[in-house]
RNA sequence: CGGGGUGUAGCGCAGCCCGGUCAGCGCGCCGCGUUUGGGACGCGGAUGUCGGAGGUUCGAAUCCUCUCACCCCGACCA
């Protein structure tokens, strides 16, 4: 392709939306624009970006036995009122109605359709194993859509979905699902690790991710590792053990209250009582589904939102407001304990249970309480792991520790076992004639966030370094002077060498000067650039260099798809 | 939805407080010329319902009211 026959606005300045580097890249080197919040165009460079990147996802899953479909985007709302997640998801679903009044929703997700497909379809244990997929537009009004790709309310994603008749079918269909995700990714350059997740909305019995993993802004989550197995869970699902427990006391002490004066927070507290705050005992007030309840951890830890809503088993968790917290402790804010709390869930982290003789607050003001243990002092409704792993705890596998680093989503699968199949009413028959609902799996793949994740990962101060298998070209051919007869012959030769040899290849032959070509080319970033320039032309030679590094081959001009062909070898 | 902020030329912004040569700057764009290996220079030029509606006023980009869009923080995230 010609530069001057494609349409490449690549900005100088930064647009104002745009915070992350990747985001920024994408708009200034015009592979995007906005329409709208979270709706983007995607334009030349961008377009042929994800025909690369979905090319791969398409070898791999057909390779891995998924078949290829595809269904709308627009539904009838009936579908999901069926399994029932028309009342469960919430703002985040796309509503409209047509001309008649019928409800209609804008897909999010096609777990209701596919199953709706298959239900009556699909009657036989013998037709199953089953796995379909399709790479389609999806739609989430978002709550706040923000970083480009990366959180748009419209975005394409491809999404696989698996049929099995029993839990033995079901894992290999995972599996096999879980090796593709990492073919693919490994073939587009990124190097992913898979983690626990929780199931959250999509229900189910267990889910994994696909992380990239960056160092910059744009980790979205924090993720934990351990330094020695396979460990590895988001934040939300990681669990652990604590490396440097507190020691037991033996003896239990009177509880005995005391002034703090002015001393609300953990870290004013500790200071005056001049005590760890693995010895305090926080006591949050929040609100699930509105009903106020009580949260007790240790006061160097972070509650784990996701844990106690789980554990609670409500769809809405939030902090309670002041008003509240003071009406339930009949005191300020800061100074909450379990002792006289009016009658609410006491939900307790269980590392308080292996605590003595602790400090709470005193429900009044200004006025904590030491020496305060559970069971003696006050009673339970329940004991569980409610708070956030840190950097440092052990492993809950092995003897190895954690550590905590951030990470892109770019893919996920749920166990979903029967929760759509079950509700509704998506039945086949077993091999003694039994009426079963299908086990069934959910996988999905950000077709654009993806490559957004790979600038997040590969880019440098003038702009994005792509892997090569999901670059929009491989080669951009940068003729220094194309208006001079002999600089443009050489290019038009190299071009038409590298695309007779099926080389993806993108000339430059605009009659900028060098400056600006060359800050395009570092801008869009082509794994390979070669330049036409006078001196070596002279010795009918060219640059070549691949975009990662500063390193210039000069080549011959009638060798310059050997060496190009050698170099795009030995690179990501 | 709560808190904060921004809408002025394609992009980045100044002007707003204190109403009156304030319709401006840089980049980009068009023309001519010179230049030509890391975002050139000179000369000439085009481009705006100042987000929208209403109001105050002799007069509004500027003050007031309403409204829309977008951005940031939070809640949320299949």
């Given at each position: 392709m010609r530069w001057t026959q494609t349409y490449i606005p690549t900005?100088?300045?930064?647009?104002?939306?745009?915070?992350?580097?990747?985001?920024?890249?994408?708009?200034?080197?015009?592979?995007?624009?906005?329409?709208?919040?979270?709706?983007?165009?995607?334009?030349?460079?961008?377009?042929?970006?994800?025909e690369k990147f979905s090319r791969i996802v398409r070898e791999e899953m057909n390779r891995a036995g998924a078949i290829e479909i595809t269904m709308p985007v627009l539904h009838p709302a009936e579908v999901w009122q069926l399994s029932g997640r028309y009342n469960t998801v919430g703002k985040e679903q796309m509503r409209l109605k047509d001309r008649h009044e019928h409800e209609l929703v804008l897909g999010g997700t096609h777990e209701e359709i596919v199953t709706y497909l298959l239900k009556g379809e699909l009657k036989s244990y013998k037709q199953l194993p089953i796995n379909l997929y399709q790479i389609q537009v999806k739609f989430r009004d978002e709550i706040r859509p923000r970083f480009g790709l990366m959180r748009g309310r419209e975005f394409i994603m491809k999404d696989a979905y698996t049929f099995d008749a029993d839990e033995k079918s079901f894992d290999v269909s995972y599996q096999k699902m879980v090796d593709a995700y990492f073919a693919i990714f490994k073939r587009a350059g990124l190097d992913t690790r898979k983690v626990e997740s929780d199931t959250g909305a999509m229900g189910g019995k267990a889910a994994h991710e696909f992380m990239l993993i960056v160092d910059t802004e744009g980790g979205e989550q924090n993720l934990v590792f351990c330094d020695r197995c396979e460990y590895a869970a988001n934040m939300e699902k990681a669990t652990f053990r604590e490396a440097n427990p507190p020691a037991l006391e033996s003896e239990l002490h009177p509880v005995k209250e005391v002034d703090t004066p002015q001393a609300s927070t953990i870290e004013e507290v500790t200071a005056l009582l001049k005590v760890e705050a693995k010895r305090l005992v926080k006591t949050l007030i929040y609100l699930g589904d509105g009903k106020p309840v009580a949260a007790l951890i240790r006061g160097d830890r972070g509650l784990n939102l996701t844990k106690l809503k789980n554990h609670l088993g409500v769809n809405e968790l939030e902090m309670a407001p002041p008003s509240i917290v003071e009406k339930?402790?009949?005191?300020?804010?800061?100074?909450?304990?379990?002792?006289?709390?009016?009658?609410?869930?006491?939900?307790?982290?269980?590392?308080?249970?292996?605590?003595?003789?602790?400090?709470?607050?005193?429900?009044?003001?200004?006025?904590?309480?030491?020496?305060?243990?559970?069971?003696?002092?006050?009673?339970?409704?329940?004991?569980?792991?409610?708070?956030?792993?840190?950097?440092?705890?052990?492993c809950p596998l092995c003897e190895g520790y954690l550590t905590i680093k951030r990470g892109i989503e770019v893919g996920n699968t749920f166990m979903l076992g029967t929760k759509y199949s079950a509700s509704m009413g998506a039945f086949f028959l077993d091999a003694e004639g039994n009426e079963k609902p299908f086990i069934m799996g959910s996988y999905g793949i950000g077709i654009t966030r993806t490559p957004q994740a790979a600038i997040e990962k590969y880019h440098d101060s003038k702009g994005i370094i792509w892997p090569k298998n999901i670059a929009p070209y491989l080669v951009e051919i940068v003729p220094v002077n194309y208006e001079k007869e002999e600089h443009k012959k050489a290019a038009e030769h190299i071009y038409k060498e590298l695309v007779n040899n099926d080389v993806d290849c993108l000339l430059d032959d605009r009659l900028d000067r060098a400056g600006v070509k060359f800050n395009d080319a570092d801008l869009i970033g082509i794994p390979v650039r070669i330049t036409i320039g006078e001196k070596s032309l002279k010795q009918r030679r060219v640059e070549i260099k691949y975009r990662g590094s500063d390193n210039v081959e000069l080549v011959e001009l009638d060798g310059v798809v050997a060496v190009v062909r050698k170099l795009l070898s030995q690179v990501n």
């Open positions: 900005l100088r300045e930064v647009p104002s939306e745009a915070e992350l580097i990747s985001h920024q890249y994408l708009l200034r080197g015009g592979y995007i624009r906005k329409l709208a919040a979270g709706v983007y165009i995607y334009l030349p460079l961008m377009q042929r970006v994800i339930i402790t009949k005191c300020p804010v800061g100074f909450a304990g379990p002792i006289g709390l009016p009658n609410i869930p006491i939900i307790v982290d269980n590392e308080i249970s292996r605590l003595r003789n602790f400090i709470t607050g005193a429900n009044k003001f200004e006025k904590h309480l030491i020496n305060v243990n559970l069971g003696r002092d006050f009673k339970a409704t329940a004991v569980a792991d409610i708070v956030e792993a840190q950097a440092g705890e052990k």
